[in-house]
């Protein structure tokens, strides 16, 4: 596998998939450890671009890049020259003459990682670009299904279910499920989804209910009422009352089904608050995850040739 930036799944095949899970089951192992550090990538450096606010991605691809001793860098852009007017281009080119390998870059506009990806020689990791991708999300959702139920994902059936329409999550998590061969039903009222799913590797359902008893996974996503710039449902006391995933709809899942959401959580909006604190609730186990996959990641991007 030879890429040189990870901005979107399609940057990846199957195999591709395959083997950064393959190396994050080594990397959950170096975390487990009493010293989680290893010297894979000693002497590198790795900056954090993040002009949106983040709580879990932006600390796990810190601690990833640490525990494979990179040096690390941290942007914050209430405290940067952007504030003064200084341009993405010139914010980039700038912290590129300090000398570094890897942006992580996450934007509240779609495509703004492939621009940063034309300014600079460094590797450049898209962590969530407007509604459209956020690539290390998917791969760390997809680490959690397989290590979780202890199967591959022939013939699973993933339900995302909520605000498919302003997801960058659902973009990229539906990329890498249909590619490792999942089938994947889209659920939510019609204002929440796409107009247009042509192309999408998917079923659609408007009915939760009817969904629900046929799902290995249920996966909630976050009502992104930020990104919403008209009211798309009547109430979230309507939206919760048919979409939100409450005790009495849990109880109707497999018994084996897991409940994912990729955070932050409106408790008692998509996920009754009860619900988030069952054991097939396997929110916080994503996050644990999500600092071994990246640096699966940064190891694939950085450290080529460089024994684990
Ligand atoms: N899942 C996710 O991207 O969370 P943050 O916005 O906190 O990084």
Sequence with gaps: MGFRHLLSIADLGPDDIDEI??????????????????????????VSLFFEESTRTRLSFETAAK???????????????VKKGESLRDTVVTI?????????VRHGSSGVPWQVAQWTPASVVNAG???????????LDCYTIRQELGRGFDGLHVGIVGDVKHSRVARSDVRALALLGARVTLVGPPTLLPPSLAGWPVDVSHDLDDVVPKLDV???????????EQALVPSLREYTARYGLTLERVARLPDHALVMHPGPMNRGVEIAPE???????????????GVAVRMAVLYRLLGSGVAL
């Design 218 to 228: 249920c996966y909630l996503l976050r009502m992104q009422l930020e990104r919403q």
């Design 21 to 46: 899970l393959r190396v994050t089951d080594s990397f959950v192992e170096v975390s487990e450890r009493a010293i989680p550090k290893v010297p894979t990538l000693r002497g590198r450096t790795v």
């Design 67 to 81: 525990r494979l001793s990179a040096d690390t860098m941290n942007f914050s852009v209430s405290t940067s020259s």
């Design 96 to 104: 590129q003459a300090m000398g570094v390998d890897a942006i992580v």
């Design 275 to 289: 619900v988030a604190s069952l054991p097939r609730a396997v929110v916080t186990k994503q996050v644990t995850n």
């Design 129 to 139: 670009d407007g509604w459209h991708e956020h690539p290390t999300q998917a791969l």
